[in-house]
């Protein structure tokens, strides 16, 4: 669809460099989408437009406006869409699934659109991509890779604004069972096995 490389084309232009929110964040959830629509059967045209836009605006999680970036990115991606000629009724749809898409938001999206959406992305914070990810942002952070006193957060809450792998136990491996479609939920199974074995083997080096 032409207008998908368009919309391509210009959030390229506008994207940050923050290496776990870049340009090629959005190709991986963009990949993700379209395997996820051809399974679960659902309109690719709104899905894939909602993932090119859906981190258009991106806070840094050291930010205290982080959790209003998926807010301000369905704000900004509807003057965009009006551009293409999407109808008032498609842009609604695309701009609803990226504002609810966010994990902060903790909100479950109405429409497919938005939990195809929600899955695409939350299946990029997985698997050995999440893993790199997660250290990135900490890196980024100047948090340390870990409590030396219980790093598999064993008798303490999971603190991840202090320590990166308290992210794994804070969200991560919660995400599995919070996934929408039957296809999203089997590619997360696949990928949370991942992030335990990287922990089981980060364990033993550990020890």
């Known amino acids: 669809m032409k207008v998908l490389d368009l919309i391509k084309n210009e959030v390229k232009e506008i994207m940050d460099n923050d290496s776990a929110h870049d340009f090629e964040h959005v190709m991986r959830v963009y990949k993700n989408a ?14 894939l437009s909602a993932t090119l836009l859906h981190d258009i605006v991106s806070y840094p999680k050291s930010d205290k406006r982080s959790k209003l970036s998926s807010i301000q990115s369905a704000k900004k991606s509807e003057q965009i869409l009006k551009k293409y000629d999407f109808s008032k009724e498609e842009i609604s749809i695309i701009s609803d699934a990226i504002r609810d898409h966010s994990f902060s938001q903790n909100t479950t999206p109405r429409t497919l659109e ?18 790199a990810r997660v250290f990135a942002t900490g890196g980024s952070l100047k948090r340390p890779f870990y409590n030396i ?11 991840d604004k202090t320590w990166t792998v308290d992210h794994f136990f804070q969200k991560l491996l919660k995400l599995g069972f919070l996934m929408n479609t039957k296809s999203g939920k089997v590619e997360a199974k696949k990928r949370t096995s991942i992030l335990k074995e990287f922990l089981k083997q980060l364990k033993q080096e550990l020890s």
Do not use: V, Y
Request: hydrophobic share 35%; aromatic share 2%.
């Open 114 to 131: 938005g939990k195809i959406l929600q899955d695409a992305d939350r299946l990029d914070a997985l698997g050995a991509i999440g893993i």
């Open 149 to 159: 006193d219980d790093p598999f957060c064993k008798t303490r809450t999971p603190d």
């Open 34 to 47: 379209q395997k996820i629509c051809k399974l679960e059967k659902a309109n690719e045209k709104l899905i």
